[in-house]
Structure formats: structure tokens, C-alpha cells
């Protein structure tokens, strides 16, 4: 499938070269030299008066046993009964908008990935789902396809009260159901800024409250879903996600230090929640970047749903190539290969989301009461 890749955009990254100087296609060809090497070796002797069956037959007897109990063959057995699951399947459209903020201090540790790839499975499904890149990083409107050069009108424009959001959002090239506001490096000088202006922290939830407003007054169709995809800080852009929200989802890697900074992350919600936005609630976390081998892995889950029962999804985001690779094409893995373990596990988590019930409460109804 990610075939067709070849003829989108080119990835942006550059090609690094071996301390020999040879490039990483040609280091690879080395090794498959070596490889090469290895199949001649298993080779019964006298080949050539085999027929291609028993050369075949050879080559399947060379090739290790992969059982249901390795972690490669439970990877394959899942990503199975995913695709059984998720194929052809419709998600359920909520009551009413459900805002999510995904938010962890932490850096690196999926917030982003979850963000693009949660709203562009539900968007495959049939759902509308609006991103909102509150990053100066601008890695969600990346993922997207959506033009966030220095200069568009943005999450920026939007909090400073320069444009409404009807007049920034954008539409997604992949589907038309998938819109996002974009984010530009000018949201970097956002947090100073924001500190003179009246409402500082309610920005975006005034923004996102009127915008709802106006898509229901112009009939243009109901938001399922908002995904807020925050820095990793708790600054003044975090704590306007967390205003506008009445959900937060929290990706945690299966890694050592996981859970170090969740309680000052939990403290600051409560902060929110005390002050600012007594609806908001941590409805959901989400294991990422699960190396399946490992039993790290399988601790830090297993201390994650000790801690968080209820909020933790079933399904665990395996850590995978094609995932990385995805935002150096400008797509989701969802977009990029949509039959990768990654993309399936998203899937799964999406479909996992829409049939949990949303919160009783709203912070932002598209009639304008609260
Ligand atoms: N499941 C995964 N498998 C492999 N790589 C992943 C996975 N999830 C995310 N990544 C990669 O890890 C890096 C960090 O992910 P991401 O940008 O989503 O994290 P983040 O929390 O949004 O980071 P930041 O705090 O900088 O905003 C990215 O390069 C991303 O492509
Ligand atoms: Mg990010």
C-alpha cells in the first residue's frame, strides 16, 4: 500500500552517509550480501537437481518457527484480528462534540502521533473531526498535509483574537471530513504575549465555542470530535487546551520514567478544573510506543492500569517503523500505510474511544450555553 507513496511528496529528511561514506542503500545491499551468503548456505547441496518444490520446501525448513507465544507471532495474530475488526466497520457519532486535550509534559511521547492518527481513523469511519495544533511545533498540521508556513493564519491569529477560527481552519487533503488549525512558529511568542490580554486562559475555548456556534448556524454539519494537540509544557497554550476541553487523553510510553511528571500533570488538571473548567475530566490514557519484546513494556503497563483502571484503553500503540516514517511524507500512518500494525493499533484505539461514553457535561455546546 505504501507504495504509492513514491509518487506524493518526497520525505524531507536527508540522507546521512556511513563514516566510509558509502549511503545507507548501499551499506544495505553490504548486508545483504551477508545475506545473500546465508540462504546459499542452507541450500542442500546439489541444488541444481532439485525441482523449484523441494528448493522451496528447503527454504521453508531454514526459516525459524514463529509461534502465537513470540512476541512476533502475537504481533501478527493481533494485527489480524484488528483488520477483521475495523474493516468496513462505522463509528458511532457522540451525542454531542466531544473535546478532547492531549496533553503530556513530557516530550516525545506520542502526543502528536495519537492526536493525528485517533482523528484520521474516526474521519475514515465517517466521522467530521477537527484538529487544533496548539504546538509552535506545528507537527499536527504536518501530519495533516495543511500549509503552516511562517505567515497563515493560525492557532495564533485565533488566540490573540486577530481571526475567528472559522477563518483559519482548514481542510485536510486526505479526507474532507478531517480539518485542522493550523500552527505556525509565530505561536512560540503566543505564551508572553497572551500574558497582558484580558481571558488569557479562556481563549481558545471562546474561539472553539463560537466557531460551533457558527458551523451550526451555516449548516455546515456537526464536529464529532476536537483533538487539542498541546506542547510539552504546562504553560499558558496548555492551560488554554485544557479550558476548552472537557476531556483530556493522556499518551504515556512504555518506557523507564513513565509515569514521572503524571502527578504534577494530574495536580495542574486539578488546578483547571478548581479554577477554570470544573467539566474537565482525564477520560482516557493511552499506552504508546510498546516494544512488544521487552518486559519494561509490560511493566510500565501493567503499573499504568494499576494506577488508572478505567481511563486506560485496552488497546496499546505498538512502536513501530511505519509510524515514524509517516509525518516525513506530510501524512497520518492512517494515511501513509493503513495496514500497518501502527495504523490497525490507531484504528482500534479510535473505535475504542467512540464507544466509551463521552462526558454528561459540555464546555463548549455549539448552541453557546455551558
Ligand atoms: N508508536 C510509535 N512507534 C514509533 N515511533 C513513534 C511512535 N509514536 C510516535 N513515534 C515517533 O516518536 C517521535 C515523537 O512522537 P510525537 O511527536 O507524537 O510526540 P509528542 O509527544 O507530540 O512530542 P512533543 O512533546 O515534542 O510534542 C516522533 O518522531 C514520532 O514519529
Ligand atoms: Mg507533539
Same mark, same amino acid.
Given at each position: ?10 520525505p ?15 551499506l544495505?545491499?553490504?548486508q545483504?550480501? *551477508? /545475506?545473500?551468503n546465508? #540462504?546459499? %548456505?542452507v541450500? !542442500?547441496? $546439489?541444488?541444481? &537437481? ?37 474493516s ?5 457519532t ?22 493525528v492518527?485517533?482523528?484520521?481513523a474516526?474521519?475514515?469511519? *465517517? /466521522?467530521?473531526?477537527? #484538529?487544533? %495544533?496548539?504546538d !509552535?511545533? $506545528?507537527?499536527? &498540521? ?13 492557532t ?5 483574537g ?9 481542510t485536510?487533503?486526505?479526507n ?25 486562559e479562556?481563549?481558545l475555548r471562546e ?5 460551533l ?6 449548516g ?12 510539552? &509544557? ?5 492551560v488554554?487546551a ?8 493522556i499518551p ?6 513513565a509515569?514521572?511528571?503524571?502527578s504534577?500533570?494530574l495536580?495542574?488538571i ?45 488497546t496499546v ?5 511505519r ?46 450555553t455551558?
Open positions: 500500500m505504501h507504495r504509492s507513496v513514491q509518487t506524493q511528496r518526497r524531507q529528511f536527508h540522507v546521512k552517509h556511513g563514516p566510509d561514506g558509502r549511503s545507507p542503500r548501499r544495505g545491499r553490504h545483504n550480501e *551477508g /545475506l545473500a546465508h #540462504v546459499t %548456505d541450500r !542442500p547441496t $546439489g541444488e541444481d &537437481s532439485l525441482d523449484d518444490a523441494a528448493r522451496r520446501a528447503a527454504l521453508l525448513e531454514s526459516i525459524p518457527d514463529v509461534g502465537i507465544d513470540t512476541p512476533l507471532g502475537a504481533q501478527v495474530a493481533t494485527d489480524q484480528r484488528r483488520h477483521a475488526v475495523i468496513g466497520s462505522t463509528f458511532e457522540p451525542s454531542q462534540t466531544r473535546v478532547f486535550t492531549v496533553a503530556n509534559q513530557k516530550g516525545g511521547v506520542g502526543k502528536t502521533t495519537t492526536a492518527n485517533i482523528a484520521a474516526m474521519t475514515r469511519a *465517517g /466521522l467530521t473531526v477537527l #484538529v487544533i %495544533d496548539n !509552535p511545533q $506545528g507537527n499536527a &498540521s504536518t501530519a495533516l498535509g495543511i500549509e503552516h508556513g511562517s505567515g497563515t493564519p493560525s495564533y491569529d485565533v488566540l490573540l486577530d481571526s475567528s477560527m472559522a477563518e483559519v481552519v482548514q485536510s487533503p486526505y474532507d471530513k478531517l480539518l485542522c488549525v493550523p500552527s505556525t512558529i509565530d505561536l512560540s511568542g503566543a505564551e508572553i504575549e497572551l500574558v497582558t490580554v484580558d481571558s488569557r479562556t481563549r474561539a472553539l465555542r463560537s466557531y456556534v457558527h458551523r451550526t448556524a451555516e455546515l454539519g456537526r464536529i464529532d470530535y476536537v483533538f487539542i494537540d498541546c506542547p510539552p &509544557s504546562l504553560g499558558l497554550l496548555t488554554n485544557f479550558s476548552a476541553a472537557a476531556e483530556v487523553l504515556i510510553q512504555c518506557e523507564y520514567y509515569l514521572e511528571g503524571l504534577q500533570l495536580k495542574n486539578e488546578l483547571i478544573r478548581a479554577h477554570l473548567n470544573p467539566a474537565l475530566t482525564v477520560s482516557t490514557i493511552l499506552l504508546t510506543m510498546s516494544d512488544v519484546r521487552t518486559n519494561l513494556a509490560r511493566e510500565v503497563a501493567a503499573e499504568v492500569r494499576e494506577h488508572f483502571a478505567e481511563q486506560t484503553l485496552r500503540i505498538p512502536r513501530s517503523v509510524i515514524s516514517e509517516a509525518p516525513s511524507y506530510g501524512q497520518s500512518v492512517i494515511q501513509y500505510d493503513p495496514s500497518s500494525s501502527g495504523a490497525l493499533a490507531y484504528a482500534e484505539a479510535a473505535r475504542e474511544i467512540s464507544r466509551r461514553p463521552g462526558p454528561t457535561t459540555s464546555t463548549t455546546s455549539e448552541d453557546g455551558a
